[in-house]
């Protein structure tokens, strides 16, 4: 298989997670019947989405009062929000903004729910900021995330695109990104974590060498299955591996469902 | 890639709005994603840029073309459709629109109805029409008259018609019977019924979010600001595939953008029924200072152009050159029933295969693939050793036994929803369950064992002896697991929870199937998915118990609703097969090939239009007057889109072109169409 692929942090975790559900989900794209969400995970779901259009609404300027939101839970999250939000740095606004950066002759990709982008003290820096409306998680955790992980390396080697009129670099220094994550559950605590070019150096050969495991699977059309069986307690594939023995996890949604995929959004009859 | 020609170059260099013109295979597409990538590698940030092509699956090119650049990173690159950006924009900007809108309750956020949705929701307000005697004598199946209503809402909103001026339109320009005149008006309350609802309950089909987004977002001061802070350049491929509401987004986006390249593919607009406007399109020329003509073709020899100025002769009374067409032809396979023509047609096309034509290189294009065609030429394809793929746009479930079968046992499963499976149905639900189990056993298992009153499953101690024995312990066994799984689920338990479990803790084990089920996988995984997208939005459908949620989604299926997404049936297609294709369905994939199969050349279908009583896409042109319709109108519109299709055909095709005919129709009746009578002389030589 020669294919270029297109890597998201979704897809980096199930390589990681099973190399098998790697290649079925994402280049065999073999469906098979995923267990729907209960009614509480799919109602956090649907408020956590309208969450994210409430900001990014808020950060194109539209100006949408609270009171003319209809969910409860909602208005009461955006009012904290106003009340006790992160310090936004001054700059340009790129609300639901992706970033898409060759790694050898695959593309990574991350949508970033605010990115700001700017110059400070004559130099040009890029904030990611984060909102999540799920369990807060400690900051030494949040270092560990792949979401982190892949976010910062993205603006540092991609983030020369960003700028306005298309920059000169491809690059960013890396003591100029960070990352933001503010919790509806903590509003008055965001986490922020700076980048460092030591880290980077490290975090960048991490995925660099993710993606170098990606290919030689590919190479070679080895896909085991994983050795941990708890992986498989969440898989929408357990019976088509024949491990319906792990058992099942009750089902949440993750926060940031990711789509990567070009979607037909179906709401066209056929062509005759 | 080939080097570009001297009209490519300069519409990649343009700095100002352009205007390409020129048939499919002159290198226009091309010459569009060159344009993208030149804008990139002198520092136009990719989230400046918007690409606006005809159908979803045109965007992969334009983003192929980007990555294969080596241009390096980029950020928020819009490559998109109208309607999805219509939707998209709605929903993003909704707080704007919802109230101006006539949206009654504006804060509650809006949900989109994918088609088979919308079909639903049509579905149960016609329901009660027809029991009170609407659309009497009309000779349509429920599912026709669903879907022609939508069409005309579509249309309407694709056109920047209001409902009521395209209701108008339609009752205004009929000349014929009485009665239509009286049906339009039952079609009239429907769709408007159906608008309300929407509007009541925050629900936007394809209608209302095109005419959202045509009517109050496009001219929002909010929204110009939005777009004319962000996109600074705009690319549009295939303008004559827009509609009347998607041209008028061009040319006021055209207001704000630096530079704006339109591409014209004369002789296309193969989407009219959607409401696409080839000559409203060609008007944007106006708006361009450059104009650029593409005349080289890259793909079509003069013979083919030849074969389609026969057509025209012919159609449109020109006097065009047709010198060679009949080189156009590589064979005539003529036989005098359908499967005459198929088992002759496969073998030619493994010899091409054996010469050294590769597989994707052929494509079959048929005017209509009903099932028996479709299983003739199939099994002619299979016997041949060729592999094959159909390009099917969209489908309608119930064709598809397991989803039948799994919706057997989804009513078994809950009796008092009052829906009984045939004995039929349950014997084919108990083969597609159980591995190994023949069609005979199983309708032995359903005679005896199913009471369509109930309706329910008996335990196996009702079968006789003889008869346990002839199907066999474990199958038995396997009957009864089913019986009693059946028998425990909670009536709480939503459809698509169950239709999940069925198939994961049961369908799916390998004691009923000792081998993954692929196949059924992916039919399960259409259901689950139905049914979840059907039970997120059942109340706002007006749908509020689990019975009726069950109810409506077994009967849709049945009904024949069609879906936009349907699940790969049978064995999975072979992407490098010889592609099978309806006529649109091929030109609006655009793919060019080395050999097309013209089949069933003298069936009437190259030359039909859908029967649509309800719903009249050329009367609800927004460019055409409001005067009466006519034969000879209708005539004429007949003659001029078969034109356009051998036109499109033949730029699209690198070699020659294989006639297949059958002299009689599946009832019969010989064919002798209008295309086929247009080649007779290339037929002959
Ligand atoms: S079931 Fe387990 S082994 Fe199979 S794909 Fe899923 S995680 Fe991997």
Same mark, same amino acid.
């Given at each position: 298989?020669?294919?270029?692929?297109?890597?998201?942090?979704?897809?980096?975790?199930?390589?990681?997670?099973? =190399? /098998?559900?790697?290649? &079925? !989900?994402?280049?065999?794209?073999?469906?098979?019947?995923? *267990?729907? @969400?209960?009614?509480?995970?799919?109602?956090?779901?649907?408020?956590?989405?309208?969450?994210?259009?409430?900001?990014?609404?808020?950060?194109?300027?539209?100006?949408?009062?609270?009171?003319?939101?209809?969910?409860?839970?909602?208005?009461?999250?955006?009012?904290?929000?106003?009340?006790?939000?992160?310090?936004?740095?001054?700059?340009?606004?790129?609300?639901?903004?992706?970033?898409?950066?060759?790694?050898?002759?695959?593309?990574?990709?991350?949508?970033?729910?605010?990115?700001?982008?700017?110059?400070?003290?004559?130099?040009?820096?890029?904030?990611?900021?984060?909102?999540?409306?799920?369990?807060? =998680? /400690?900051?030494?955790? &949040? !270092?560990?995330?792949?979401?982190?992980?892949?976010?910062? *390396?993205? @603006?540092?080697?991609?983030?020369?695109?960003?700028?306005?009129?298309?920059?000169?670099?491809?690059?960013?220094?890396?003591?100029?990104?960070?990352?933001?994550?503010?919790?509806?559950?903590?509003?008055?605590?965001?986490?922020?974590?700076?980048?460092?070019?030591?880290?980077?150096?490290?975090?960048?050969?991490?995925?660099?060498?993710?993606?170098?495991?990606?290919?030689?699977?590919?190479?070679?059309?080895?896909?085991?299955?994983?050795?941990?069986?708890?992986?498989?307690?969440?898989?929408?594939?357990?019976?088509?591996?024949?491990?319906?023995?792990?058992?099942?996890?009750?089902?949440?949604?993750?926060?940031?469902?990711?789509?990567?995929?070009?979607?037909?959004?179906?709401?066209?009859?056929q062509t005759p | 890639?080939?080097?570009?020609?001297?009209?490519?170059?300069?519409?990649?260099?343009?700095?100002?709005?352009?205007?390409l013109l020129g048939a499919a295979g002159t290198g226009k597409t091309?010459?569009?994603?060159?344009?993208?990538?030149?804008?990139?590698?002198?520092?136009?940030?990719?989230?400046?840029?918007?690409?606006?092509?005809a159908e979803?699956e045109h965007?992969?090119?334009?983003?192929?073309?980007?990555?294969?650049?080596?241009?390096?990173?980029?950020?928020?690159?819009?490559?998109?459709?109208?309607?999805?950006?219509?939707?998209?924009?709605?929903?993003?900007?909704?707080?704007?629109?919802?109230?101006?809108?006539?949206?009654?309750?504006?804060?509650?956020?809006?949900?989109?109805?994918?088609?088979?949705?919308?079909?639903?929701?049509?579905?149960?307000?016609?329901?009660?029409?027809?029991?009170?005697?609407?659309?009497?004598?009309?000779?349509?199946?429920?599912?026709?008259?669903?879907?022609?209503?939508?069409?005309?809402?579509?249309?309407?909103?694709?056109?920047?018609?209001?409902?009521?001026?395209?209701?108008?339109?339609?009752?205004?320009?009929?000349?014929?019977?009485?009665?239509?005149?009286?049906?339009?008006?039952?079609?009239?309350?429907?769709?408007?019924?159906?608008?309300?609802?929407?509007?009541?309950?925050?629900?936007?089909?394809?209608?209302?979010?095109?005419?959202?987004?045509?009517?109050?977002?496009?001219?929002?001061?909010?929204?110009?600001?939005?777009?004319?802070?962000?996109?600074?350049?705009?690319?549009?491929d295939n303008i004559e595939e827009q509609t009347?509401?998607?041209?008028?987004?061009?040319?006021?986006?055209?207001?704000?953008?630096?530079?704006?390249?339109?591409a014209y593919d004369d002789g296309g607009g193969y989407k009219r029924f959607m409401a696409a406007d080839p000559s409203g399109a060609k008007r944007?020329r106006?708006?361009?200072?450059?104009?650029?003509d593409f005349t080289q073709n890259f793909v079509a020899a003069p013979e083919m152009t030849a074969l389609a100025n026969l057509v025209d002769n012919f159609l449109l009374h020109t006097n065009l050159p047709t010198l060679g067409a009949e080189k156009a032809v590589e064979r005539v396979v003529n036989g005098r029933y359908r499967?005459d023509m198929t088992?002759q047609l496969a073998?030619l096309l493994?010899n091409l295969?054996?010469?050294?034509t590769?597989?994707n290189q052929i494509a079959i294009i048929v005017p209509y693939l009903d099932?028996?065609l479709h299983?003739l030429l199939?099994?002619a394809?299979?016997?041949?050793?060729?592999?094959y793929?159909l390009l099917r746009r969209?489908?309608?479930?119930?064709?598809?036994?397991?989803?039948?079968?799994?919706?057997?046992?989804?009513?078994?499963?809950?009796?008092?929803?009052?829906?009984?499976?045939?004995?039929?149905?349950?014997?084919?639900?108990?083969?597609?369950?159980?591995?190994?189990?023949?069609?005979?056993?199983?309708?032995?298992?359903?005679?005896?064992?199913?009471?369509?009153?109930?309706?329910?499953?008996?335990?196996?101690?009702?079968?006789?002896?003889?008869?346990?024995?002839?199907?066999?312990?474990?199958?038995?066994?396997?009957?009864?697991?089913?019986?009693?799984?059946?028998?425990?689920?909670?009536?709480?338990?939503?459809?698509?929870?169950?239709?999940?479990?069925?198939?994961?803790?049961?369908?799916?084990?390998?004691?009923?199937?000792?081998?993954?089920?692929?196949?059924?996988?992916?039919?399960?995984?259409?259901?689950?998915?139905?049914?979840?997208?059907?039970?997120?939005?059942?109340?706002?459908?007006?749908?509020?118990?689990?019975?009726?949620?069950?109810?409506?989604?077994?009967?849709?299926?049945?009904?024949?609703?069609?879906?936009?997404?349907?699940?790969?049936?049978?064995?999975?297609?072979?992407?490098?097969?010889i592609m099978i294709s309806t006529i649109y369905g091929y030109l609006l994939a655009g793919q060019r090939v080395t050999y097309q199969v013209w089949l069933e050349t003298a069936a009437t279908g190259w030359w039909d239009i859908p029967k649509q009583?309800?719903?009249n896409a050329f009367v609800?042109a927004?460019s055409r007057?409001?005067?009466?319709w006519s034969t000879e109108e209708e005539f004429a519109i007949r003659n001029q889109l078969l034109s356009n299709i051998i036109r499109g055909l033949t730029n699209r095709c690198t070699g020659r072109i294989i006639l297949a005919n059958s002299d009689l129709d599946r009832r019969g009746l010989r064919q002798e169409g209008p295309l086929w009578r247009a080649l007779q002389p290339a037929r002959k030589a």
């Open positions: 298989m020669s294919q270029s692929l297109l890597l998201s942090q979704g897809k980096l975790e199930a390589f990681l997670a099973c =190399r /098998r559900r790697f290649y &079925l !989900r994402s280049l065999r794209r073999l469906p098979w019947p995923a *267990a729907p @969400l209960g009614d509480e995970s799919e109602e956090a779901l649907a408020r956590g989405q309208q969450f994210h259009r409430v900001m990014e609404r808020h950060f194109l300027g539209l100006g949408i009062a609270p009171e003319e939101i209809d969910d409860g839970r909602v208005q009461h999250w955006q009012r904290q929000f106003q009340a006790s939000g992160p310090a936004i740095p001054d700059g340009q606004l790129l609300p639901e903004h992706r970033l898409t950066v060759p790694v050898g002759r695959h593309l990574l990709l991350g949508r970033f729910d605010l990115l700001v982008v700017g110059e400070a003290d004559g130099r040009a820096f890029a904030h990611i900021f984060d909102w999540k409306t799920g369990k807060a =998680r /400690r900051e030494a955790d &949040l !270092r560990q995330n792949w979401q982190t992980r892949l976010y910062l *390396a993205l @603006l540092a080697e991609g983030g020369g695109a960003l700028r306005a009129q298309g920059g000169n670099g491809r690059s960013l220094s890396p003591d100029r990104v960070s990352i933001t994550y503010w919790y509806a559950a903590e509003p008055d605590t965001p986490r922020t974590i700076r980048y460092t070019s030591a880290w980077h150096a490290q975090n960048w050969a991490d995925i660099q060498a993710i993606v170098a495991q990606i290919d030689a699977a590919l190479s070679q059309d080895n896909w085991p299955l994983t050795d941990d069986w708890d992986e498989c307690r969440r898989c929408a594939y357990q019976v088509y591996c024949g491990r319906q023995t792990a058992g099942h996890d009750p089902l949440t949604a993750t926060e940031e469902e990711e789509s990567d995929e070009l979607t037909d959004l179906s709401l066209e009859p | 890639m080939a080097a570009l020609t001297a009209v490519q170059n300069e519409t990649i260099a343009a700095n100002t709005h352009s205007f091309t010459a569009l994603q060159q344009r993208l990538l030149r804008l990139l590698a002198d520092g136009e940030p990719a989230y400046t840029l918007l690409v606006l092509v979803p965007q992969q090119e334009f983003l192929d073309a980007v990555h294969q650049s080596g241009l390096g990173p980029y950020a928020d690159l819009k490559i998109t459709t109208y309607t999805q950006l219509a939707q998209e924009m709605v929903a993003l900007f909704w707080p704007l629109v919802a109230r101006p809108g006539g949206f009654i309750h504006p804060h509650r956020p809006p949900t989109f109805l994918s088609y088979d949705l919308a079909q639903l929701l049509m579905w149960g307000i016609i329901s009660a029409m027809l029991r009170e005697g609407a659309f009497s004598d009309l000779r349509l199946r429920p599912q026709q008259i669903v879907s022609q209503l939508l069409d005309t809402l579509n249309r309407a909103a694709l056109n920047g018609l209001s409902l009521e001026a395209a209701i108008e339109r339609q009752i205004d320009t009929w000349v014929g019977e009485a009665e239509r005149v009286r049906h339009l008006q039952d079609a009239a309350t429907a769709v408007t019924q159906f608008r309300r609802h929407c509007l009541a309950h925050s629900l936007l089909d394809l209608s209302l979010a095109v005419q959202m987004f045509d009517t109050q977002l496009v001219k929002h001061p909010e929204f110009h600001r939005y777009f004319r802070e962000r996109f600074r350049h705009l690319i549009v009347p509401a998607g041209q008028n987004f061009v040319t006021q986006l055209m207001d704000s953008t630096q530079t704006t390249a339109v944007l106006l708006n361009c200072k450059l104009a650029f499967r088992s073998p493994a295969v054996d010469q050294g590769p597989t099932g028996a299983y199939t099994q394809l299979q016997e041949a050793g060729l592999p793929f969209r489908s309608s479930p119930r064709e598809e036994p397991r989803i039948r079968a799994w919706l057997t046992w989804l009513a078994l499963a809950y009796p008092t929803w009052g829906l009984a499976p045939s004995e039929y149905d349950v014997a084919e639900a108990l083969t597609l369950s159980i591995s190994g189990l023949d069609p005979a056993r199983a309708a032995l298992i359903a005679e005896r064992l199913y009471q369509t009153k109930g309706p329910r499953l008996l335990p196996i101690t009702e079968l006789p002896d003889w008869l346990a024995e002839r199907i066999g312990a474990h199958t038995i066994n396997l009957v009864e697991e089913l019986r009693l799984w059946l028998e425990a689920q909670s009536p709480t338990l939503p459809i698509d929870a169950f239709l999940y479990n069925l198939f994961n803790d049961l369908l799916a084990q390998p004691r009923f199937r000792p081998e993954p089920d692929i196949s059924g996988a992916a039919v399960c995984d259409w259901l689950v998915q139905s049914a979840t997208r059907l039970r997120q939005s059942a109340q706002a459908i007006g749908l509020t118990t689990p019975a009726e949620i069950g109810v409506t989604f077994i009967d849709g299926v049945n009904q024949g609703l069609v879906t936009a997404n349907p699940p790969e049936l049978g064995d999975p297609p072979d992407p490098n097969g009583p309800l719903s609800l927004q007057q409001p005067i009466l």
